[in-house]
Nanobody
Framework: QVQLVESGGGLVQAGGSLRLSCAASGGTFSLWAMGWFRQAPGKDREAVASISWKGDSTYSADSVKGRFTISRDNAKNTVYLQMNDLKPEDTAVYYC?????????????????WGQGTQVTVSS
């Protein structure tokens, strides 16, 4: 049974930083592409960033380019999202997701497994 567990969320002031982690178990993490998505109250879930199974290809949403960085450690079965220069509009529940095909994508339909989410709140 595949499990994805996010951690690292919290409350931070605008301009601050957080690093989210997502620990995977129950599958072959090293072969999956991984993604981060977020959902703010009253809004649809949107893609934030994605990374291929090897880590050699990444994609980011325009709204976070230059501020957020996705990375992975296949030895630890963990994917990270480093978030810098946070803004109030980044406030959302952040979810990690796994795509067994291994191809990085910002398309939500490309992901099979999802975590439960971690709350990120940015105060102004």
């Amino acid at each position: 049974q595949v499990q994805l567990v996010e951690s690292g969320g919290g409350l931070v002031q605008a301009g601050g930083s957080l690093r989210l982690s997502c620990a995977a178990s129950g599958g072959t993490f090293s072969l999956w592409a991984m993604g981060w998505f977020r959902q703010a109250p009253g809004k649809d879930r949107e893609a934030v960033a994605s990374i291929s199974w090897k880590g050699d290809s990444t994609y980011s949403a325009d709204s976070v380019k230059g501020r957020f960085t996705i990375s992975r450690d296949n030895a630890k079965n963990t994917v990270y999202l480093q978030m810098n220069d946070l803004k109030p509009e980044d406030t959302a529940v952040y979810y990690c997701a796994a795509a067994p095909r291994g191809v990085a994508t910002l398309r939500r339909s490309g992901y099979t497994y999802w975590g439960q989410g971690t709350q990120v709140t940015v105060s102004s």
